[in-house]
Each structure stands twice: as structure tokens, then as C-alpha cells.
């Protein structure tokens, strides 16, 4: 057996049930290292959106034919071996960070204060989300969404649990650390998972909002819940990280079930014609300007009416 050949169907073994080593597990913003949860563990996550991983047996199986398979090689590929021992593994996929609930220490007064507006109990819709989410409240500024905010949804009483920079991760912690309870809101809009590109693969980020889906459903049982699609960021269509985008949207818009979930993908009102982020839509191609938060409050506001229960506001 030639050394190539070996490479060659080593390689085949790697697409199936090789994955590369975990990679460590980034500092929390603030400094120190991320909060946890006693005992914390992966989350659970929907089927729908579930990354494919080998058994046990699977892993066993595969290691006991690689042993035969390098045993039979030539004489220059097992030495070759010897002398680099890690050039040919079977590894288990790594584990997800995006489904394990963790917190950033930065985040800790903001999550606190979410705890206090939970526990008032007449919060009755809920916004989800990162920074794109939180910057609802900014009264001014290149990202004023609170002049918005009071034109379309000044009718409900919104709890804004936005945590700028946060995770799918994130997320997980705030609702198990006490977020998802003590209120009962009709409707959620859900959008997370754009800080998860920095250190997460697209089907991991699918994963990690697949778990807070599944969180939200357990906390507030009664509740409808409009998923957004991640939106576009990059201010050229070609930005590779627009891929990744589509990739995580097109796993997660199979959460939908015509019932309890509602999957609505917005990103291509924040576009132009050439597939490029104006500049007054969102000043660094990631947060949406005032006219950016217009374009996401008139995309959302006939289906959160409809899970309200209320008349779709007349806004000039």
C-alpha cells in the first residue's frame, strides 16, 4: 500500500467521522473567563437542525479499521507514521460551544437588570437577542432604534433582553439563570448567532439557536415565537462571512411549524440591488441605522400583530 493511497482514503475517512480538535474556549468579554452554570452541559437541540455525529461503535469501528489499514501499508508509510504519530487519527467531532450555556463576565449588569424587568411580570412580548437587539433602546446615535421602537411596537410592553456582543451560548445562560420566567409573554422575536462566526462553524451556530428555540419553548409554553434569519452583514455581497450567513439560515428556517415557530428571513430588505449594504442602512455593515431598524419594524410588524392578538398599528 503506497503512501499516497494511504492519504488518499484517509482522507475519505475524515470527511465522514473525522473532526478537528476542539479549540479552546474564548475569554469572556470584561475579562475572566465565561460564568457557568453548575453542572452545565450541552443543550438539548431539535432534530431539525442536529449536526450528524458518530456513535460510540461508530468511533470504535472506524479506529479498529484504521489499525488494520495502517498495518497493512508499506514499510515507508509506517515508518513515516511512527515518526508522526497525529498525521493519520480518528477524533470525534468537537464538542459545541454554541449549545453549552455560558455567559461573558462583561455581560453580568445587563443580565441582571434583564433579571429585574423579568421578575415586574407585565412584560408581555419579548426581543432576543444581541446587540442588534439591544441597540432598540438607543435613543440616538448611529444606531438610534428607540424613535422606531415607539412608532411600531409603543403599543406592547417590551422586554428588550438584547445583550450587545452576546451568543447563542449566552443566551442559554441568561434564560436558565432566571430570564425565562417570572413574565408570560404572548410573542418572542428571536435573531442570534452573528457573534457565534467568530469561533463556531455555521451548523454549530444552527445548533445553538436550535437549543434557544427549544429553551424558549419550555419557558414560555404559551408563547409564539418569530425566528429571524441571521441578518446579512459584510458590505459587499462576496463577504465570505455572507456565506456562512445563508448557510446557518437555510438550517435554521426548518425550525418552522406553521404554529408555535415562525421563520422569517428579512436580510434582503437591508440590501441593494447589487447585494451590498448601503451605508445609511448600516453605518459598519453589521447594526442597522434608524432607517435600518424602519426596514426591520415594517418586515415584522403584521406577523408580531398577528401573534398578539392586536390590529396592526397605523404608523405614517
Known amino acids: ?70 498495518a497493512s501499508a508499506d514499510a515507508p508509510t509506517r515508518t513515516t507514521l511512527q515518526k508522526y504519530p ?21 455581560f453580568v449588569a445587563k443580565h441582571q437588570q434583564n433579571l429585574q424587568v423579568a421578575k415586574q411580570g407585565d412584560s408581555n412580548i419579548l426581543f432576543m437577542g444581541d446587540s442588534i437587539t439591544d441597540f432598540w433602546r438607543n ?12 412608532k411600531y411596537f409603543g403599543q406592547w410592553k417590551v422586554a428588550n ?28 422575536m428571536l435573531m442570534i448567532g452573528t457573534n457565534n462566526t467568530a469561533r463556531n462553524t455555521a451548523a454549530e451556530i444552527a445548533e445553538g439557536i436550535g437549543a434557544v428555540v427549544l429553551q424558549l419553548q419550555k419557558d414560555f409554553p404559551s408563547a409564539k415565537i418569530l425566528l429571524l434569519g441571521v441578518f446579512p452583514r459584510g ?18 428556517s426548518k425550525l418552522h411549524d406553521g404554529n408555535r415557530v415562525q421563520y422569517l428571513d428579512i436580510g434582503a430588505g437591508f440590501l441593494d440591488a447589487e447585494g451590498n449594504i448601503p451605508q445609511d442602512v448600516m453605518s459598519d455593515a453589521l447594526h442597522p441605522s434608524t432607517k435600518g431598524y424602519e ?17 396592526v398599528p397605523a404608523v405614517p
Open 235 to 252: 458590505r459587499m455581497a462576496n463577504d465570505p462571512l455572507r456565506t456562512t450567513i445563508a448557510e446557518i439560515n437555510k438550517t435554521i
Open 161 to 188: 433582553f438584547g445583550i450587545a456582543g452576546d451568543t447563542t451560548e449566552g443566551v442559554l445562560y441568561r434564560l436558565l439563570d432566571g430570564e425565562g420566567k417570572g413574565f408570560t409573554p404572548k410573542a418572542i
Open 139 to 150: 435613543a440616538d446615535g448611529g444606531f438610534a432604534g428607540k424613535p422606531v421602537m415607539d
Open 1 to 70: 500500500m503506497t503512501f499516497r493511497k494511504l492519504l488518499s482514503t484517509s482522507f475519505f475517512l475524515a470527511l465522514i467521522l473525522v473532526g478537528v480538535a476542539t479549540d479552546a474556549i474564548s475569554q469572556g468579554r470584561g475579562g475572566g473567563p465565561p460564568l457557568t452554570l453548575p453542572g452545565a452541559a450541552p443543550m438539548a437541540v431539535p432534530p431539525a437542525v442536529a449536526i450528524p455525529r458518530p456513535t460510540a461503535a461508530e468511533l470504535d469501528a472506524a479506529q479498529r479499521a484504521l489499525v488494520k489499514f495502517v
Open 86 to 106: 497525529d498525521l493519520l487519527t480518528i477524533r470525534p467531532l468537537r464538542a459545541n460551544t454554541a449549545i453549552v450555556p455560558s455567559l461573558a463576565q462583561g
Open 295 to 311: 426596514i426591520w419594524a415594517k418586515a415584522v410588524i403584521q406577523p408580531l400583530s398577528a401573534m398578539m392578538g392586536t390590529p
